[in-house]
């Protein structure tokens, strides 16, 4: 196992962390000597051990001498865990590899901390795939005014998202759908419109493979407030904390019918303005899940940091309802193009991740 095969081993490890971490970093670590991996570790869950100190401990003596190659730069600070630094030096680790630094201010520093140290120290291998993992977490510390956005939308070939006659449920396949269900697990809130709440009346629970530390919360953005409580968001508030977005000019008994429910309700007269509200409720990373007039909006405004299409093998032709409404028109050379950051096939649906530039 060579450097660059350890950083890819220590990215899958950081996945494990997934639903468990935020809003720290997914962070994931191998001790190799020469070619021969001697400890792995990643940081499992939020307040819990740091990635570094978990494989240095499955190293043992294995670590002097060795590489410890590791997805962000090791911490310096007494936060929740002591500093990976100073665990890093009493092992006798003699290099380290990070993928990227940590832009965090009060960890921050391990690259100086270890070379004064004694200790050789390289950034970057693998850098993009590391930062793209924590988008995130990096997005937090660069825009803490907002919430991280991404959009999911499952379509077929033909950017559909229903048909004309209002089935909607099953476009993507089973893999699929479990991919979503994997997705929901990392992301502090899960939002739809309306008009998606009222028609699909779906749960947007967690049911996959990953159990996360704290169920996503549920937004729903709805301007005219008209939700009836019989709606399965709204019928399980109570379990699972739900926003209701609306416009300050919202009918008044509409919104008392709704605050009834147990649901929180925040007035917003812009999509940003809703963001800022959601982020000062503690949402850092909210997953859009729908429908075509929520994802077009945020779209046009520019507030989508990630897109995760699920394209399936099918169209459903002119009447099929659009996964995007409301775009403005561009030329070619206008266009927005956005950065694939993975693109990987789900059984016959094909998984497209996509960041602004
Ligand atoms: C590392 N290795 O595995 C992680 C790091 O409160 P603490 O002590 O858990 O520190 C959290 C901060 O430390 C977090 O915001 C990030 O900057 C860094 N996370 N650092 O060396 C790890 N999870
Ligand atoms: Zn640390």
Known sequence: MNEREAMARALDLALRGWGRVQPDPLVGAVVIKGTEPVGE???PEYGDRHAETVALADAGEGARGATLVVTLEPCTHHGKQPPCTDAII???VTRVVAAMRDPNPLAAGGCERLREAGIEVEIGPLGDAAAAMNAAFLHRLRNPGRPFVALKLATTLDGRIADAFGGSRWISGDAARDYVQWLRAGFDAIAVGGRTARLDDPALTVRGSVLPK????RVIFDRIADLGPHLTLLRTAHETPTVVVVAPDADRT???RIASTGATIVQAGSLSGA???L???GIGSLLVEGGGQLAGALLAAGLVDRYYWLQA???LGEGGVPAVAGLPTRGL???ERWRVVERRPLDNDTLLVLDRR
């Open 254 to 256: 509409r919104v008392k």
């Open 214 to 217: 704290a169920a996503p919360r």
């Open 333 to 335: 050379d206008q266009a």
């Open 279 to 281: 982020s000062e409720q």
């Open 275 to 277: 963001l800022a509200s």
């Open 90 to 92: 009493r092992s006798g």
């Open 313 to 315: 093998p099918l169209w």
């Open 41 to 43: 570790g990643w940081h």
